[in-house]
């Protein structure tokens, strides 16, 4: 395969959709939760019915401003709902309420790091407006039809747009999974994309290394994923490298990719804002912003990831890995404060979450605010670690067994019978009986072959059931040794 980064520059923008986590819908009191039978969470203004005006709802606009704020934007304090026009079956009005040259925010920025890299750097973000959701199209619930459910339509949405400064899919990916952490963080939205809670659009062009015109972009659409994201970029900007080569014209068009094949293929021409006829919606006055709320809202927000990896490396000295992992979301960045903090030993806490406590998140779908061991009890269960009073091996029966009772670390390990032995007395015994079932190893150990260590503690080990404090074990054959 061509390797045709060598002599084309990718050049990417994201148009990211984020649905608002309100209860109700941006223009009428239609429930906005995701999942409920088709069509039954609608009323005369998302249906689009003579007569119905829409009211704006407070709660979006609050948590656009949060999100604005978070992202480093600059706020308008007075901003206009535009209709945008355009003709889709599951469109009901013919047009849909957004906001266009004069959105409520403008010129953000988002700090990323590309996968194997150290070094950060920004990329600009054009504008951040409003708008409403529109219904869905549904292929697959009768044979040659397609059904219309329109209780997503109406739903408020806030559009993040960036500048074309994306150079390679990795990086989009980084930016992506940035964007929804300082979300998830500023607590505006679910962020899912399984449940169409964050949508991407992909701007893609290709141009010669060291050009500084834009290529013609086309959008690539129907990515669910943020690896599919990737993929298809990398896909279109391959298939427009190669259309450059044989001197063929790159039209501006919107794509879809097809995860199944791992292709992109044209859907139709892409539209210019002019297509849409953009004019002020005249139901809907400017939305005009206190100055002070604003203010207040500012001051309302929680640590953002970047303040908390900073402060986390600070106190706990933890590494990029360690910080990366218990930072990627708000409530997991908490667990792992109350772990650390309770325990005393945050690397411990941190290498914990990252091996036995993901495992098990990821085995059981969960997410960390439904984990039933909560914070405390997993640092009740390090304590016993640090003690000597539970082995590694035997900690992580333990937990699972936690997991599933809800009973404490000590309990489950009295139950089980793991709780590590540091008496001496009763060690020298277990090692008197390995010394008697394995004699020739013992001759040679006893002569000097200090490589049987580990066979000899392996053994002592396995007769305890795990029990004995493998560091005096080890202390006590030395002195058979000499």
Not at 226 to 250: H, P, T
Request: aromatic share 6%; net charge negative.
């Amino acid at each position: 395969m061509t390797d045709w980064s060598q002599k084309y520059e990718m050049v990417v923008g994201l148009e990211v959709h984020v649905q608002l986590k309100t209860r109700s819908k941006m223009f009428c009191g239609c429930s906005a939760d995701f999942g409920a039978p088709p069509n039954v969470n609608t009323c005369p203004v998302c249906l689009a019915l003579p007569g119905a005006l829409p009211v704006i709802n407070a709660e979006a606009v609050r948590l656009a401003l949060r999100a604005a704020i978070a992202l480093d934007f600059t706020i308008n304090l007075q901003s206009v709902f535009a209709r945008k026009n355009y003709f889709y079956p599951d469109l009901p009005k013919g047009y849909q309420i957004s906001q266009y040259d004069e959105p409520i925010a403008v010129r953000g920025t988002l700090r990323v790091r590309t996968p194997g890299e150290t070094a950060t750097h920004d990329i600009a973000i054009t504008r951040l407006h409003m708008e409403e959701d529109a219904g869905k199209s549904v292929h697959d619930r009768y044979p040659r039809k397609t059904a219309i459910d329109l209780n997503r339509a109406g739903v408020p949405l806030i559009e993040i747009v960036s500048e074309p400064d994306i150079r390679s899919a990795a990086e989009a990916g980084a930016y992506l999974r940035t964007l929804k952490q300082i979300l998830e963080y500023a607590g505006v939205s679910d962020v899912s994309m399984e449940e169409g809670s964050l949508r991407v659009d992909a701007n893609v062009s290709a141009r010669l290394h060291g050009a500084t015109e834009l290529g013609t972009k086309t959008e690539v659409k129907n990515v669910n994923s943020f690896s599919a994201v990737e993929r298809s970029l990398q896909r279109e900007f391959e298939r427009q490298c190669a259309m450059l080569d044989r001197g063929e014209v790159v039209r501006q068009e919107t794509m879809i990719w097809d995860a199944s094949r791992g292709t992109v293929r044209p859907a139709r021409s892409k539209e210019e804002s002019h297509d849409y006829r953009y004019f002020p919606d005249p139901d809907l006055p400017p939305l005009i912003l206190d100055p002070d709320y604003v203010a207040r809202l500012r001051h309302t927000l929680p640590e953002m990831p970047r303040q908390l990896r900073q402060r986390f490396a600070t106190e706990f000295g933890l590494n990029d890995a360690e910080l990366d992992a218990v930072t990627a979301e708000s409530s997991l960045a908490a667990y792992f404060e109350g772990v650390a903090r309770a325990h005393g030993d945050a690397n411990a806490a941190a290498k914990w979450m990252m091996g036995e406590l993901a495992a098990a998140l990821n085995e059981t779908g969960t997410g960390i605010r439904d984990f039933p061991v909560r914070a405390p009890q997993l640092a009740e269960l390090l304590d016993m670690v640090r003690d000597g009073k539970l082995s590694h091996t035997a900690a992580k029966g333990v937990f699972a067994t936690m997991r599933s009772s809800g009973k404490s670390a000590p309990v489950v390990a009295a139950e089980m019978a793991v709780t590590q032995v540091g008496d001496d007395s009763q060690i020298e015994q277990w090692i008197e009986e390995v010394f008697a079932e394995l004699p020739a190893e013992t001759s040679r150990f006893r002569a000097g072959e200090k490589k049987l260590t580990g066979v000899l503690v392996g053994a002592v080990m396995k007769k305890s059931k795990g029990r004995a404090d493998p560091k005096k074990v080890n202390a006590l054959l030395s002195k058979v040794a000499g």
